[in-house]
């Protein structure tokens, strides 16, 4: 086994006590359509404010030929108090009106195809990919990357640099899952700042890079 993967199992052990993320929870057997706009709704907001507002607007329309129908006005009504919502509401609308036009309604299974949507970056198209279509993909976001920068796994200037050097130390079976370890993980163990790192299931396989206080 290699150390990478020893290390990660260790995290797992540790953020199953914790429970799922809140948006692969509830969103990881739905349609790609709702994963990719929940993963929308879900920049710079908190959980409980995603799965309120999504479900909201997702009972008023859950398929892009939906959305297209609805005012920027009422979709900001829907999904509001979201962070940015006023902009998530364009950006939703404009998602749909693309899936429909360059995708015949279907949202793309294929990286490249969907980093051409306005507003999606790979963060997004991988949570898509990985829990929208079961297609190995690994998911980084500030979470999964600052905790494999701390931990010595990678030396990565930025979420894509960690994404392809993760492809090549965690085997492909745990892609998927990767993200919803380490986010549970960064909330509740290695935080930001002052981590817990005398609970951590993983402090004698850390470096503990950048961490200048702990407890």
């Known amino acids: 086994m290699n150390k990478a993967l020893r290390i990660i199992q260790l995290i797992e052990k540790q953020a199953k006590k914790y429970g799922l993320p809140l948006l692969e929870e509830d969103y990881r057997k739905d349609t790609p359509f709702k994963i990719l706009i929940a993963c929308i709704l879900s920049l710079r907001t908190k959980d409980a404010v995603t799965d309120k507002v999504s479900k ?3 009972r008023a329309a859950d398929t892009p030929g939906k959305m297209v129908k609805l005012t920027e006005k009422r979709i900001e009504r829907l999904i509001y108090p ?4 006023r902009n998530k509401a364009k950006t939703i609308k404009g998602i749909s009106r693309d899936i429909i036009s360059k995708f015949s309604g279907k949202v793309p299974r294929e990286i490249e195809q969907l980093l051409l949507l306005n ?5 997004t198209a991988n949570l898509v990919l990985g829990l929208g279509y079961n ?11 600052r905790i494999c920068n ?5 030396k990565t200037k930025n979420p894509a640099e960690t994404e392809f050097a993760l492809y090549k130390l965690i085997p492909k079976q745990y892609w998927i899952k990767l993200n919803s370890i380490l986010v549970v993980f960064g909330q509740n163990i290695c935080v930001p ?3 817990f790192c ?3 299931n993983a402090y004698n396989n850390c470096k503990r890079i950048g961490v200048k206080k702990h407890r």
């Open 198 to 200: 005398s609970k951590c």
């Open 119 to 123: 507003g999606v970056g790979r963060k």
């Open 135 to 145: 297609i190995p993909s690994i998911c980084v976001d500030t979470h999964v990357h």
């Open 193 to 195: 700042v002052s981590p």
């Open 56 to 58: 909201r607007l997702f």
């Open 82 to 85: 979201a962070g940015f919502y």
């Open 150 to 154: 701390r931990l010595g796994l990678v």
